[in-house]
């Protein structure tokens, strides 16, 4: 499906990383946070954002890195529009190689560092087909080494000691319970931990909250019902919503539209 002429989304097939191509003429995305890390290459045009309290320009070749949570929107930065290929990577993917580190940062949301800008093209080279396993798994490696090198996490703080094995059991059970009310107690007594060292070491390792973490779980199970052609109302009731509105408000926060305009735009490879 299509919405305006002038804006489209292509979707990859479905993997554990998510792949898209967009264009779009003026205004795209706004206000909203996500929790995977969005990494992506400008193909055309100027890609703006405000970011961090600055407006920031994406010119094509740049590298985009947006970290977990952190709220940005997206618009044309002339009348030409943009043109863009972004991936959307789960920490715990890249945790997966960092092995228990917390997350490197990129702070300024924009890169022209080669091996980054590497890293990144090796996962979107083309989206018409699924990415091979192998293939999937060192680009992981390579991405994590290649975000962790450009971090600007290294600043003069006190290290955190964090425990790994708690906050991934903390994942694995709201992993399992999506459909279920989930409490802090319930968590305390997963992760072995009091609440704020849980919160404090999930947010570290994973890029965002428990609870936002279990929302977005819950997205990206709508989205797929949406994408299958399911309503609204269907989607928000199979992704474990109170209801329809519950969901478009969540959703929006989220990806920066509602449902019903992401649904518009959607193209498939």
């Known amino acids: 499906m299509s919405g305006p002429a002038e804006d489209w989304c292509v979707v990859a097939p479905p993997s554990r990383i998510e792949r898209i191509e967009a264009r779009f003429q003026s205004h ?15 193909l055309g045009g100027v890609q703006s954002f405000h970011y961090r309290r600055d407006h920031r320009h994406s010119l094509p070749g740049t590298v985009m890195v947006l970290h977990p949570d952190e709220a940005h929107d997206g618009h044309a930065g002339d009348e030409r529009g943009f043109h863009y290929r972004m991936l959307y990577i789960a920490p ?15 702070t300024g949301g924009l890169s022209t560092d080669r091996r980054l800008s590497v890293a990144v093209r090796s996962f979107l080279f083309s989206l018409e087909a699924p990415l091979d396993a192998l293939e999937e798994n060192d680009g992981i490696a390579e991405l994590a080494a290649a975000l962790e090198a450009n971090s600007e996490a290294r600043i003069s703080r006190p290290r955190l000691t964090l425990d790994y094995q708690a906050a991934s059991r903390v994942r ?14 319930d968590l305390e007594s997963v992760s072995g931990q009091e609440r704020w060292t849980l919160s404090r070491d999930f947010r570290a390792l994973f890029g965002t909250s428990p609870y936002r973490y279990l929302t977005m779980r819950r997205l990206d199970l709508a989205r797929q019902q949406i994408a299958t052609g399911n309503s609204l109302t269907e989607a928000a009731l ?10 478009t408000r969540a959703f929006g926060r989220t990806f920066g539209m509602p449902p019903s305009r992401w649904r518009s735009l959607l193209r498939y490879s």
């Open 28 to 42: 795209a995305y706004s206000m909203h946070r996500h929790d995977t890390f969005a990494t992506g290459i400008t």
């Open 92 to 106: 715990s993917l890249i945790q997966s190689a960092l092995g228990g580190k917390a997350l490197p940062y990129v």
């Open 172 to 185: 694995a059970y709201l992993d399992a319970h999506l459909f279920e009310g989930v409490t802090l107690d």
């Open 238 to 247: 199979y992704a474990g919503f109170a209801d329809q509105s519950h969901m």
